[in-house]
């Protein structure tokens, strides 16, 4: 190789390593972005809480009479009938009294008795006397007396009858707590708790303060999650719609549900610091036969779809400041925020507003501000965070690298 072609083969080689080195080295100008592409895609917008389940129909059995239990008749458990013998308070005490009062029933019988006899003599006395005196032959101080005597006599008898008749309700009052000694199931059921045992003492409830529930039974053929929803969801839940219910106990199983209750009012909160939370049941449509009342569930509750929407990732979505037009007013200063996103055009970034609609898993329905097709600026948050209109920007390809990688 004659020097002429050594030199040209060498510049050659140092031009294509200077272009190579100057391509390694440049760098592409503004900020480095993660970005997508606006599309469309069918939304389904979901609620989540969590919960117990519960049965739909359930009785919690307190006792009316204080005493000791002396027989128990079911477990946990068990399955029971309507009318079917579940316990007994000593009833001893309960038969004593009602004994006691039935004795006073008698003896008030015997008193009406004797009154009404006396009653019925002195009428006929009365009557003689009248006929006597009408005849002249006795005086007017025996007819007044005879009168006297009749008065008196019915007097006894009617306060006679109402202390036979204040008796007799007082037995029949003995013979109800007679009855609450002995408690049998309201309804068809599972025992699901039973919280008392034979030689233990039910205490029954005073005023406002609830009795001992020593049996609860619980009708588990239709049962329901009980769940607590935040008050930023509660506006968009409503009765009738459907559920997807997942239970810890039945893991990789989904239940089919249907709201059938909203909550009006909070549930109390123990402190300040809780979150403010409404009650939702889910009717649960086809439970497992083995389910049991407390089991914890999910249930991710449908508020709403929308097919074919405009739809942009959650991250992308930023708050901006914007000035009022003459005329506007704030509740503060004279700015206002304003929800939008950044597009990509020629290498800048343009807010543009727009307003949203349906939420689903990660992305967000558009309703107005894109038609789609667009390239959105999604992250990351602190370049979103500080990114202003017509700031210069690029793909950060080496994160759409390294993604890539994950994947892989």
């Known amino acids: 190789m004659n020097r002429k072609k050594i030199i040209f083969v060498g510049g050659g080689i140092a031009l294509v390593a200077l272009v190579s080195i100057g391509a390694l080295t440049r760098k592409e100008k503004g900020l480095g972005v993660q970005v997508a592409t606006v599309g469309r895609e069918n939304l389904q917008a979901k609620v989540s809480a969590n919960g117990k389940v519960q049965a739909v129909k359930k009785v919690d059995i307190s006792a009316n009479v204080m005493?000791?239990?002396?027989?128990?008749?079911?477990?946990?458990?068990?399955?029971?009938?309507?009318?079917?013998?579940?316990?007994?308070?000593?009833?001893?005490?309960?038969?004593?009294?009602?004994?006691?009062?039935q004795a006073g029933v008698e003896a008030a019988e015997g008193d009406l008795a004797s009154n009404q006899a006396r009653y019925t003599q002195s009428k006929s006395d009365f009557t003689r006397a009248e006929a006597n005196r009408k005849a002249g032959i006795i005086s007017v101080a025996d007819f007044e007396q005879a009168r006297t005597t009749l008065s008196t006599t019915q007097s006894a008898v009617q306060a006679s009858q109402r202390r036979v008749d204040q008796a007799k309700a007082g037995v029949r009052e003995a013979k109800v707590s007679l009855n609450y000694a002995t408690i049998?199931?309201?309804m068809d059921g599972v025992v699901t708790a039973r919280r008392i045992e034979v030689g233990e003492t039910a205490v029954m409830g005073v005023q406002n303060s609830a009795g001992t529930v020593l049996i609860t039974i619980s009708d588990m053929s239709k049962v329901e999650a009980e769940m607590e929803v935040d008050e930023a969801s509660i506006p968009n839940v409503k009765l009738g719609q459907t559920a997807s219910v997942h239970i810890d106990a039945y893991p990789g199983q989904s239940f089919q549900g249907e709201v059938t209750e909203v909550g009006g009012s909070p549930i109390l909160s123990v402190s300040q610091n809780e979150a403010i939370k409404f009650k939702v049941k889910v009717w649960i449509k086809n439970p497992p036969l083995t389910i049991k009342p407390g089991l914890s569930a999910q249930a991710d509750i449908y508020t709403g779809s929308r097919d074919n929407a405009v739809a942009v990732p959650f991250q992308a979505l930023v708050m901006r400041d914007i000035k009022l037009k003459p005329g506007q007013k704030a509740a503060s200063g004279a700015t206002k925020e304003e929800e939008g996103v950044f597009t990509i055009d020629h290498g800048k970034a343009k807010f543009v507003a727009v307003k949203t609609g349906l939420m689903g898993d990660l992305n967000v329905e558009v309703t107005t501000g894109l038609k789609g097709g667009e390239t959105l600026v999604k992250g990351p948050n602190r370049v979103l965070r500080d990114l202003k209109n017509d700031d210069e920007v690029h793909e950060d390809k080496s994160k759409k690298s390294d993604d890539t990688k994950k994947k892989d």
């Open 67 to 101: 005493g000791r239990v002396t027989r128990l008749g079911v477990k946990e458990g068990d399955a029971v009938k309507a009318g079917q013998f579940l316990l007994e308070i000593d009833p001893s005490r309960s038969q004593a009294n009602t004994q006691g009062l």
């Open 184 to 186: 049998n199931s309201p």
